[in-house]
C-alpha cells in the first residue's frame, strides 16, 4: 500500500513536473533567442538598444502574471489543480506557435512587434497561473516529510525548461549559420515549444486530482475569493518579501547573466550558451538536495544561505567577472551565485504553499508571487541594460544585493513554516 501510494505520487508530480518545464521551455526560448530575432522585430543597429527592446517586451509579459495568477489561482481554488494546470500549458502552446509564424518587422511593418507584445502578454497570463498552481499541487500532493524534497521539483522543471531552450539553442548555432539564425532558423525552437507542450497537454489531462483538494470541494467554505484572501494578510505580505530579492537575483543569474557575458564582457554568444549551460545543468540537479535538506533541518536555515551570501557576495561576483573575464572564471562565478541562490529557489515553493489553507493556497500563494514578479523579476533585464546605456552597471550590482538584504529581513521576522505548516 505504501509502495502503491509512492508509486502514485511519484507518477503525478512528474506528469505536473513535465508540464511546468515545457512552459518554462516556452517562455525562456524568448530570452535565450532575443539576441538572433532582436532584428527581426526592432530593427535599429544598436545591438543594446535591440536586447533594450526585447527585454522591454520580456517585461511586459510579466505584467500579465499577477492577472493570471488571480485568474487560474482562483479556477484552480474553485475547480481543480489539474484542470488550472490544463488550461495554462493549451495556452503557452498556443501563443509559441504564434511567435514561430509572426512575421518580421520589414514585411508588415508595426504590426509586427504590437503582435509579439499581444502574444507576450497572453504568454504572461499563462504562466502567471502555472507557478501557484504548480506550488500548490506538489505541496498537496507530497508526503508530509518530503514536501521540501518532492516541492523543489518545481525549479527542477524551470530551470530544466530553461536548459531545453540553452540546448536548443547550441544545437542551432551547431547546424546553422549565424546569417540563418538571424533570418529565420530563431523560429524553430518557438515551433519545437508548441509540439512539447500539445505532448505534455495529454499527460496532465491524466494527472490525479489532490486529495486535499477534494476535501476541500466538499466542504461549503468559501474558496478562491479575494475577499477570503484578504483574511490572511500577514501571509500575503510575507509572500511578497520572501519573492522580492528571490525573483530579482534569480532572474539575474539565470537570464541577464548571459546577456552580460556577450555584451560586456565580450565573450562569443556559442561560448557563453556552453558556459550557461554547464553552470544551470548543476543548479537544476542541486535543487532536491536542498529541499531534502529543508525537511531535515527547516525551511528558514536555507532562506539565511541565501539572505546572507546573496546580500554579501552579488557586488564581488559581478566584478570579479569584470576583473577574471575568461570563460573558466564565467563558469566559476556563475555557479557561485547560483549555488547562493539555490538556498531560495529550492523551497520557495514549499514555503509559501505551507502559509496558506487549501481553500485559498493557489491563489493566496500566485498572486503575491505574480504581483512581485512582474514588478520586479520581470524588470531585472531592463533596469541592467537601461543602466548600463547610461554608463552606470555597477549601479546594478548593489541593486541586486540590496533587494536581497530587505528578503533577509523577511526571513528573519517570519516562522518556520514547516512546523506551523497550514498544509
Known amino acids: ?78 475547480r481543480g489543480r489539474r ?22 518587422y520589414h514585411t508588415i511593418g508595426i504590426a509586427s512587434p504590437i503582435i509579439l507584445v499581444v502574444i507576450r502578454l497572453v504568454q504572461g497570463l499563462s504562466l502567471g497561473g502555472e507557478y501557484g498552481i504548480s506550488a500548490t499541487y506538489l505541496a498537496e500532493m507530497a508526503s508530509s516529510k518530503r514536501r521540501g524534497y518532492y516541492a523543489s521539483f518545481q525549479y527542477v522543471t524551470l530551470i530544466s525548461g530553461q536548459l531545453l531552450a540553452l540546448l536548443v539553442q547550441i544545437a542551432l548555432q551547431g547546424l546553422f549559420t549565424d546569417a540563418q539564425l538571424y533570418a529565420w532558423a530563431w523560429r524553430i525552437p518557438f515551433g519545437i515549444g508548441a509540439l512539447g507542450a500539445l505532448l505534455v497537454l495529454y499527460l496532465r489531462i491524466s494527472m490525479a486530482e489532490t486529495t486535499q483538494f477534494m476535501v476541500s470541494q466538499a466542504s461549503d467554505k468559501p474558496k478562491g475569493t479575494l475577499k477570503l484572501l484578504a483574511k490572511y494578510p500577514g501571509q500575503f505580505l510575507t509572500v511578497v518579501g520572501l519573492t522580492f530579492g528571490g525573483t530579482i537575483a534569480f532572474y539575474t543569474y539565470t537570464t541577464y547573466m548571459q546577456k552580460y557575458m556577450i555584451n560586456t564582457l565580450g565573450l562569443n554568444p556559442r561560448l557563453t ?52 573575464s575568461s570563460p573558466i572564471s564565467a563558469f566559476i562565478l556563475m555557479l557561485l551565485g547560483l549555488l ?31 504581483l512581485t514578479v512582474a514588478i520586479f523579476g520581470g524588470t531585472v ?8 546605456s547610461i554608463h552606470h552597471e555597477q549601479w546594478f550590482f548593489y541593486y541586486v544585493s540590496g533587494a536581497i538584504f530587505i528578503s533577509l529581513l523577511v526571513y528573519h521576522r517570519m516562522l518556520e513554516t514547516q512546523k506551523h505548516a497550514k498544509l
Open 273 to 324: 550558451a556552453t558556459i550557461n549551460f554547464s553552470a544551470l545543468l548543476i543548479f537544476m540537479l542541486i535543487q532536491p538536495i536542498f529541499g531534502h535538506i529543508s525537511d531535515k533541518i527547516g525551511r528558514k536555515p536555507l532562506l539565511y544561505w541565501f539572505g546572507i551570501l546573496g546580500t554579501v557576495g552579488t557586488v564581488p561576483i559581478f566584478k570579479g567577472l569584470q576583473t577574471f
Open 83 to 104: 484542470a488550472a494546470l490544463t488550461l495554462s500549458v493549451s495556452i503557452m502552446a498556443v501563443c509559441s506557435l504564434l511567435i514561430a509564424l509572426t512575421p518580421t
Open 340 to 370: 547562493i541562490v539555490s538556498g531560495y529557489t529550492s523551497i520557495n515553493a514549499i514555503v509559501k504553499a505551507e502559509l496558506f489553507p487549501t481553500e485559498i493556497r493557489a491563489l493566496g500563494v500566485g498572486l503575491p508571487y505574480g
Open 381 to 388: 533585464e531592463y533596469i541592467a541594460l537601461w543602466l548600463k
Open 1 to 78: 500500500m505504501v509502495q502503491n501510494d509512492s508509486k502514485r505520487i511519484t507518477q503525478n508530480i512528474v506528469k505536473g513536473s513535465l508540464g511546468n518545464m515545457i512552459e518554462w521551455f516556452d517562455w525562456y526560448i524568448y530570452a535565450s533567442f532575443a539576441i538572433y530575432f532582436a532584428k527581426a522585430f526592432f530593427p535599429d543597429g544598436n545591438r543594446t538598444a535591440e536586447l533594450l527592446s526585447t527585454a522591454a517586451v520580456f517585461a511586459i509579459g510579466f505584467l500579465m502574471r499577477p492577472i493570471g495568477s488571480y485568474i487560474m489561482g482562483k479556477y484552480a481554488d474553485q
